[in-house]
């Protein structure tokens, strides 16, 4: 009873876990005989075989380019991973990818291919497509769409057509491209072979409703002689399947005005083998190079996308794909068929997929050299702004006897996504400035969303040279609090003529000490923020080192809303040692408080 209990218990577990069959894309473009796109099919006129069996259509979309709507989008830059997710799901959003083959071009065609390109980008794309133009030692880790023509356009003129020529251009081709002519042939049509590959994957990592378009410019690809130890790279098969896959349709474009029929067939057959399987076009033996790339623009701007559940599971096996219109006088194209995955394959994808290399952030380290400040207010846009100060301190390392010592800094912050809020330098803030003109330098303020904030800054002596680095990681606070205090800013002075003229500069730089001298007098400014209309009372107290209250200290609050709040504190009258500042603000919306401390030398 025990052993039919546990195989009906394995039967149902196998069947639960048991993946559905996938559904099917397929993208179909179906025009008359006039070469005008057939926009008025049903799902009932489409006759779907796969393997020669008949499919139940589930849908089918007519998906058209509106390039009057698509040219009246205002370009979107893409700077992350989610920039490009989210922008290649939008409607009337191509995604193309464009591959020139410097291995399989010659010299003489070069200008020829970077003028036909340039005209084609420049002619055909939106404002609202997503391209990517890549060339053979560029690196798969870094794969990309983009709406930056200006930087399609340098990559694009950058092209130089290397055929037959072997010299190595950097130590990569210098340590691994080597050899004979032959094996260097080889090691290079492994590398375009890797690169369409990871074009392909990642143009179907974007969008599934979307037909994709990759263009291969090339003179042609030569077959690659498998090798022992070889054997998990890339294949032209490899290829047609992740194309397929992902409904992506490729394009090969020879720029030789006169193909010679003579040439090996191992060359040409690799190019024929991807755009017939995928359903794109061979272009080739024409003069006008750039006019016989428009059907390119042409059929990734109006087509079907036919949807079916085959009645297999994901068996891993290639499936034959046959689509028919029962109407007369009609034309289809279409992919021959598919790759089904297998159970796993979503892993195995994903772990074929071109990865970044991981990025190893530099460890903790605290620099004696120099002493930070760091303030936040309110920002634009729910951020909080973050002021960065600095003074130097003198720092003898063990074992010498020179003092090294900090003239200027340069900040890197990044936020907790990688996106860099400041990059530049910071010169020393308080009286050991060397010159006082350079107040506005002497800070670094930019705005961060709140939460955690990555800071690398590198410490420069006087020569301009690197001496150390300081790199912490700091939390920035969520200002958004319907009461909220900033941090308090300190500047010091002393003599009453410094005093004012730091009062009469709303710009003046905080320092960063916390030390100061019975000589000294502080000018304390701090942000306090309430609902706007709400009325604010702001107080504050002077606390001794145990947090007794000495006495109130008089505020003059700021003239407009959100204006800092002033504190004019002399020094004079206190002893040596540590105090507290206790300040308040209150609203009928809530009440905060904030301790600033300081110490009074003699």
């Given at each position: 009873?025990?052993?039919?209990?546990?195989l009906?218990?394995?039967?149902?577990?196998?069947?639960?876990?048991a993946?559905?069959?996938?559904?099917?894309?397929?993208?179909?473009?179906?025009t008359?005989?006039?070469?005008?796109?057939?926009?008025?099919?049903?799902?009932?006129d489409?006759?779907?075989?796969?393997?020669?069996?008949?499919?139940?259509?589930?849908?089918?979309?007519?998906?058209?380019?509106?390039?009057?709507?698509?040219?009246?989008?205002?370009?979107?830059p893409i700077q992350?991973?989610?920039?490009?997710q989210?922008?290649?799901?939008?409607?009337?959003?191509?995604?193309?990818?464009?591959?020139?083959?410097?291995?399989?071009?010659?010299?003489a065609?070069?200008?020829?291919v970077?003028?036909?390109?340039?005209?084609?980008?420049?002619d055909?794309l939106?404002p609202?497509?997503?391209?990517?133009?890549?060339?053979?030692?560029?690196?798969?880790f870094t794969?990309?769409?983009?709406?930056?023509?200006?930087?399609?356009?340098?990559?694009?003129e950058?092209?130089?057509?290397?055929?037959?020529?072997?010299?190595?251009?950097?130590?990569?081709?210098?340590?691994?491209?080597?050899?004979?002519?032959?094996?260097?042939?080889?090691?290079?049509?492994?590398?375009?072979?890797?690169?369409?590959n990871?074009l392909?994957?990642?143009?179907g990592?974007?969008?599934?409703?979307?037909?994709?378009?990759?263009?291969?410019?090339?003179?042609?690809l030569?077959?690659?002689?498998?090798?022992?130890?070889?054997e998990?790279?890339?294949?032209?098969?490899?290829?047609?399947?992740s194309?397929n896959?992902s409904?992506?349709?490729?394009?090969?474009?020879?720029?030789?005005?006169?193909?010679?029929?003579g040439?090996?067939?191992?060359?040409?057959?690799?190019?024929r083998?991807?755009?017939a399987?995928?359903?794109?076009?061979?272009?080739?033996?024409?003069?006008?190079l750039?006019?016989?790339?428009?059907?390119?623009?042409?059929?990734?701007?109006?087509?079907?996308?036919?949807?079916?559940?085959?009645?297999?599971?994901?068996?891993?096996?290639s499936?034959?794909?046959?689509?028919?219109?029962?109407?007369?006088?009609?034309?289809?194209?279409?992919r021959?068929?598919y790759w089904?995955?297998?159970?796993?394959?979503?892993?195995?994808?994903?772990?074929?997929?071109?990865?970044?290399?991981?990025?190893?952030?530099?460890a903790?380290?605290?620099s004696?050299?120099?002493?930070?400040?760091?303030?936040?207010?309110?920002?634009?846009?729910?951020?909080?702004?973050?002021?960065?100060?600095?003074?130097?301190?003198?720092?003898?390392?063990?074992g010498?006897?020179?003092?090294?010592?900090?003239?200027?800094?340069?900040?890197?912050?990044?936020?907790?996504?990688?996106?860099?809020?400041?990059?530049?330098g910071?010169?020393?803030a308080?009286p050991?400035?060397?010159?006082?003109?350079d107040?506005?330098?002497?800070?670094?303020?930019?705005?961060?969303?709140?939460?955690?904030?990555?800071?690398?800054i590198?410490?420069e002596?006087e020569?301009?040279?690197?001496?150390?680095?300081d790199?912490?990681?700091?939390?920035?606070?969520?200002?958004?609090?319907?009461?909220?205090?900033?941090?308090?800013?300190?500047?010091?002075?002393?003599?009453?003529?410094?005093?004012?003229?730091l009062?009469?500069?709303?710009?003046?730089?905080?320092?960063?000490?916390?030390?100061?001298?019975?000589a000294?007098?502080?000018?304390?400014?701090?942000?306090?923020?309430?609902?706007?209309?709400a009325?604010?009372?702001?107080?504050?107290?002077?606390?001794?080192?145990?947090?007794?209250?000495?006495?109130?200290?008089?505020?003059?609050?700021g003239?407009?809303?959100?204006a800092?709040?002033?504190?004019?504190?002399?020094?004079a009258?206190?002893?040596?040692?540590?105090?507290?500042?206790?300040?308040t603000?209150?609203?009928p919306?809530?009440?905060v408080?904030d301790?600033?401390?300081?110490?009074?030398?003699?």
């Amino acid at each position: 009873m025990r052993s039919l209990t546990a195989l009906t218990f394995a039967v149902a577990l196998q069947s639960s876990v048991a993946p559905a069959p996938p559904t099917v894309r397929v993208d179909v473009i179906v025009t008359d005989g006039r070469g005008r796109t057939v926009d008025n099919l049903k799902p009932a006129d489409f006759d779907v075989r796969e393997d020669g069996a008949p499919q139940a259509i589930d849908a089918a979309r007519f998906i058209k380019i509106d390039k009057a709507d698509a040219g009246a989008v205002r370009p979107i830059p893409i700077q992350s991973d989610v920039d490009e997710q989210t922008e290649a799901t939008r409607p009337n959003t191509r995604l193309l990818a464009i591959f020139l083959d410097e291995y399989q071009v010659s010299a003489a065609n070069a200008l020829r291919v970077r003028a036909a390109i340039t005209r084609f980008v420049g002619d055909t794309l939106q404002p609202s497509d997503l391209i990517v133009v890549m060339r053979p030692l560029d690196s798969l880790f870094t794969i990309r769409l983009t709406r930056d023509r200006d930087r399609v356009r340098e990559i694009v003129e950058a092209f130089d057509g290397r055929k037959g020529d072997y010299a190595p251009r950097n130590t990569s081709e210098r340590n691994i491209m080597a050899g004979t002519p032959a094996r260097i042939e080889q090691v290079r049509a492994q590398v375009t072979t890797s690169a369409l590959n990871a074009l392909a994957l990642h143009l179907g990592s974007l969008s599934a409703e979307a037909r994709k378009t990759l263009v291969v410019v090339s003179e042609g690809l030569p077959r690659i002689d498998r090798r022992r130890g070889l054997e998990s790279l890339p294949t032209i098969d490899s290829v047609i399947r992740s194309a397929n896959r992902s409904n992506v349709s490729i394009y090969a474009v020879d720029p030789r005005e006169s193909v010679d029929d003579g040439r090996t067939p191992a060359d040409a057959d690799g190019l024929r083998a991807l755009t017939a399987a995928t359903d794109g076009r061979s272009i080739t033996n024409v003069t006008d190079l750039s006019a016989a790339m428009r059907p390119i623009d042409a059929d990734s701007s109006a087509y079907y996308l036919l949807l079916y559940t085959p009645t297999h599971g994901p068996d891993g096996q290639s499936h034959d794909v046959r689509v028919a219109i029962k109407k007369p006088g009609v034309i289809v194209r279409t992919r021959k068929g598919y790759w089904a995955p297998v159970p796993d394959d979503g892993l195995r994808a994903a772990l074929s997929r071109p990865r970044a290399p991981i990025a190893l952030e530099p460890a903790r380290h605290i620099s004696p050299l120099i002493r930070p400040w760091f303030g936040v207010s309110r920002g634009a846009a729910g951020k909080t702004r973050v002021t960065f100060v600095w003074e130097p301190t003198a720092f003898v390392p063990s074992g010498r006897t020179k003092q090294l010592y900090a003239s200027r800094v340069v900040l890197k912050a990044l936020a907790a996504d990688g996106i860099s809020l400041f990059d530049g330098g910071v010169l020393p803030a308080g009286p050991l400035r060397p010159d006082t003109a350079d107040e506005g330098e002497a800070r670094a303020v930019f705005d961060a969303p709140p939460g955690p904030l990555r800071l690398r800054i590198s410490i420069e002596d006087e020569t301009g040279q690197a001496i150390d680095s300081d790199v912490r990681e700091i939390v920035v606070r969520d200002l958004s609090a319907p009461v909220v205090l900033g941090t308090p800013e300190i500047l010091r002075a002393r003599t009453a003529r410094d005093f004012r003229a730091l009062e009469s500069d709303p710009d003046a730089a905080p320092v960063a000490s916390r030390e100061f001298s019975r000589a000294e007098r502080l000018l304390i400014r701090f942000p306090a923020y309430a609902p706007s209309g709400a009325s604010l009372i702001v107080s504050a107290r002077l606390l001794n080192r145990v947090g007794q209250a000495m006495r109130e200290l008089a505020i003059q609050q700021g003239a407009a809303e959100a204006a800092p709040n002033e504190i004019d504190l002399s020094l004079a009258a206190l002893a040596a040692g540590e105090y507290l500042i206790e300040l308040t603000a209150k609203s009928p919306a809530g009440e905060v408080k904030d301790l600033l401390e300081f110490r009074v030398t003699s």
